[in-house]
């Protein structure tokens, strides 16, 4: 039954990234195990994220379930849909209920996705990651599997508006290639392994990237560390 949904969702994704005529760029797809369980983890930069991330593990034809907060499945539109395509809600005051939910689909053979920063990053760099998903893949004895997404900043995120005109955005996809998380190393030791893999393919996706800013009121989506007019990482904390 799910499939009877998701497919369809990824169907109308991919004719509307059509209609804005967005340039994806993804390297690395191979690196998703055809078969059995696996967490993969990607930064997180974009309302949009989940779906481009699913898109990574497309030409595997591997299907993601990811893990979302609960208010988007109460949502009378989202809410079906997400029910319908296996994701996962995480209410954050009982988050065990979800962590044994992704244990189940993680060995029952399913992928799960994950942003371990757990919300937007709005200064475009790497947040702290939580240890959730080292610890979900010691659990289940799968890999975790790192992603970066870059460029889907440009199209939604948080505290700008949506782009939803044929504005031929570029977006660009890094899968890295699996890693172990052995059940007798520290999950702490792991998650620190893990995020600088990330941010080893987030670097390597913004020198992918084929698009400079257009001016200075277009730097907004470039973090401050590379010339950037986004807010620092301390600035969002002092705002926040």
Do not use: C
């Not at 670097?203 to 698009?211: D, K, T």
């Amino acid at each position: 039954m799910a499939e009877l949904v998701y497919r369809p969702v990824i169907g109308a994704a991919l004719t509307l990234f059509k209609a804005l005529d967005l340039k994806i760029d993804t390297q690395g797809s191979e690196n998703i195990p055809r078969t059995g369980g696996a967490v993969l983890v990607s930064n997180h930069i974009s309302y949009l994220d989940f779906i481009f991330s699913g898109l990574g593990a497309l030409p595997q034809k591997r299907l993601v379930r990811f893990m979302a907060k609960d208010s988007v499945f109460r949502h009378k539109i989202s809410g079906p849909l997400m029910r319908g395509m296996k994701h996962i809600p995480v209410d954050r005051k009982r988050g065990e209920a979800a962590y044994a939910h992704a244990l189940d689909s993680l060995r029952s053979g399913e992928i799960i996705g994950v942003f371990p920063e757990a919300t937007i990053s709005e200064s475009f760099t790497l947040k702290s990651f939580k240890s959730g998903a080292a610890r979900m893949a010691q659990e289940a004895g799968v890999p975790l599997i790192p992603m970066a997404l870059w460029g889907t900043q440009r199209i939604w995120t948080k505290g700008r508006p949506r782009n939803f005109g044929r504005n031929h955005i570029p977006v660009t996809i890094r899968v890295g290639e699996p890693m172990e998380a052995p059940t007798g190393e520290y999950a702490g030791a792991i998650t620190r392994r893990l995020r600088g893999h990330v941010q080893e393919l987030l670097e390597a996706a913004q020198r992918a990237y084929p698009v400079r800013p257009k001016n200075a009121e277009d730097t907004w989506w470039i973090p401050a560390h590379l010339g950037g007019t986004a807010p620092t990482p301390a600035q969002v904390r002092e705002a926040g």
